[in-house]
């Protein structure tokens, strides 16, 4: 699922955007704030959030245009979050209102409520191989009848090599995908969170599932 962020605070959109993405949504902010219908119509994203008091014009008005073409739901995220303003995103089309400051698991949960909703889920995306499906938005492992949920992380790692199913996937590279840069974790971090998805995932009768090539990574067949 796509999702389009309309924040001009840079530190607050990049964490968002690091947030999603560890929970496998395909994330975009906007960075040119006089044309972002462009950028909208270009990325057709699943769900927006929209910030109030934003260059050249405000969430409001960005929230009728989007409205123009587009049923997607749309959450505001503002620190302006008194009774007017909520009346307002809601009589825009607004779908929900967080107030700054926030959560960002309660954010995600209000995310995951909008989507759910929003969308048949029952074709959610997924991934499988070998009988084992991963749920890309729900961030839960399915064999046979068995289910269980993972932990961020744990997602993150099955998920990369899921999707290079069949190829070594490298320990930097796992480690970029997890925390978008390897310069602060070391190698026995990843090693534990490997180590606890290996016994969720043995829980499901999957023993084997992840190998490791020694020297190069770890792979899924």
């Excluded at 068995?146 to 744990?154: A, I, M, Q, T």
Aim: net charge neutral.
């Amino acid at each position: 699922m796509k999702i389009f962020i309309v924040e001009d605070d840079a530190v607050i959109a990049a964490a968002i955007c690091r947030h999603l993405t560890g929970w496998g949504y395909q994330v975009r902010c906007a960075e040119d704030f006089q044309h972002v219908m462009e950028t909208f119509a270009a990325f057709q994203p699943h769900l927006v959030i929209l910030d109030i008091s934003l260059p050249f014009f405000n969430g409001y008005h960005w929230c009728g245009e989007i409205r123009k073409v587009s049923r997607a739901p749309i959450l505001f995220l503002s620190s302006a979050a008194d009774n007017m303003n909520i009346v307002m995103a809601v009589g825009m089309g607004a779908d929900d209102f967080v107030p700054k400051p926030f959560d960002l698991e309660v954010l995600t949960a209000k995310i995951q409520a909008l989507l759910r909703r929003a969308y048949d889920f029952a074709a959610a995306p997924t991934l499988s191989r070998g009988g084992v499906t991963l749920d890309l938005s729900a961030a839960a492992v399915t064999c046979g009848a068995e289910k269980l949920d993972l932990s961020r992380n744990e997602f993150r790692i099955l998920q990369v090599l899921m999707e290079n199913a069949g190829k070594t996937v490298s320990r930097e590279t796992l480690m970029l995908r997890l925390w978008e840069t390897d310069s602060f974790v070391d190698e026995n971090t990843l090693s534990v969170n490997i180590n606890r998805l290996r016994r969720k995932l043995a829980g499901l009768g999957l023993t084997d599932f992840i190998k490791t090539k020694k020297g190069f990574g770890y792979l899924v067949e």
